[in-house]
C-alpha cells in the first residue's frame, strides 16, 4: 500500500515564525508536489520537485520555499509565517511517466 | 490559463439516492482525474479518465473530450460518499502542474 506521511496534522503558529511542514513517502516516486487548500478554491500549486535538488514553482510560490534533499522527502517552508496563510497543506506525489498523485493526509496550520 | 468549473457547489442527498456531479473545462485537455476528499481531508485519486466511460463499482465517470465535460456518477449513495469531489486537468500537456476545480461538496442523509 503507498503511503505518503506528513509531520502534523494540526498547527499552530505565531506571526512571523518560521514554519517547516514534512512530507515523506514510501514510493520511491520522482515528482512531489505542495498545495494549498482553501474553502471556494480548490486546490492551488505552491511548488512541486521532479528530482532530487530540483524544484519548480507553482501557482502561489509567493511566501514559500521548498527543499528536497531526499527522493524520500519533500520540506514546505514558510520563512516568516503570516495569517493569510492559514490554511489547509497537502502534499502529494506522482510516478515518473504516470498520472495518478497520490496524497498524504494533510496539515490544518493555523497562524495567529 | 485553463478554467474549470464544477457544479453543483453543494449536493444534499438521502442515502440510496443516485447524483451526477459535472466538470466543465475551457480548453481541451489530454487528461482529466477525480478525485474524493473525505471528511477527514484524505483526498483519494477515483479515476483517471482523459475520454470515454469507466467504471469503479457504483462510481462512473465519462469525459467528452470534443464538448470539454466530464460526469461523475455516484449510483445508491452510501454515507461514505459524502466529501468534496474534485476534479482536475492539466495546465499544459504533458505537464506536472495540474488545475482542480473548487469541488463539490456531497452530503449523503442517512
Known amino acids: 500500500d503507498v503511503k505518503v506521511t506528513q509531520s502534523s496534522r494540526y498547527l499552530v503558529k505565531r506571526t512571523g515564525e518560521k514554519v517547516f511542514l514534512e512530507c515523506v513517502q514510501d514510493m520511491d516516486h520522482e515528482n512531489m508536489f505542495w498545495y494549498r487548500q482553501d474553502p471556494g478554491l480548490g486546490l492551488r500549486l505552491i511548488y512541486f520537485?521532479?528530482?532530487?535538488?530540483?524544484?519548480e514553482k507553482g501557482d502561489i510560490p509567493e511566501g514559500y520555499s521548498v527543499s528536497r534533499e531526499k527522493k524520500e522527502r519533500f520540506s514546505l517552508i514558510l520563512e516568516s509565517a503570516s495569517t493569510n496563510q492559514t490554511s489547509m497543506y497537502l502534499c502529494a506525489n506522482r510516478p515518473a511517466g504516470k498520472e495518478t498523485q497520490y496524497f498524504g493526509p494533510g496539515t490544518r496550520l493555523l497562524v495567529l | 490559463g485553463i478554467q474549470v468549473e464544477q457544479s453543483p457547489p453543494d449536493l444534499i442527498l438521502q442515502e440510496g439516492a443516485n447524483s451526477t456531479l459535472r466538470c466543465n473545462f475551457s480548453?481541451?485537455?489530454?487528461?482529466l482525474q477525480w478525485f474524493h476528499q473525505n471528511p477527514w481531508g484524505q483526498l483519494i485519486n477515483l479515476f483517471y479518465?482523459?475520454?470515454g466511460t469507466k467504471q469503479n463499482g457504483r462510481l462512473s465517470a465519462t469525459t467528452v473530450a470534443t464538448e470539454r465535460y466530464s460526469l461523475l456518477y455516484i449510483s445508491s449513495s452510501q454515507t461514505t460518499d459524502s466529501g468534496v469531489y474534485f476534479c482536475a486537468v492539466p495546465l499544459y500537456s504533458s505537464a506536472s502542474k495540474i488545475i482542480f476545480g473548487s469541488g463539490t461538496r456531497l452530503s449523503i442523509r442517512p
Open positions: 479518465i482523459p475520454s
Open positions: 480548453d481541451s485537455v489530454n487528461n
Open positions: 520537485s521532479y528530482d532530487v535538488k530540483m524544484k
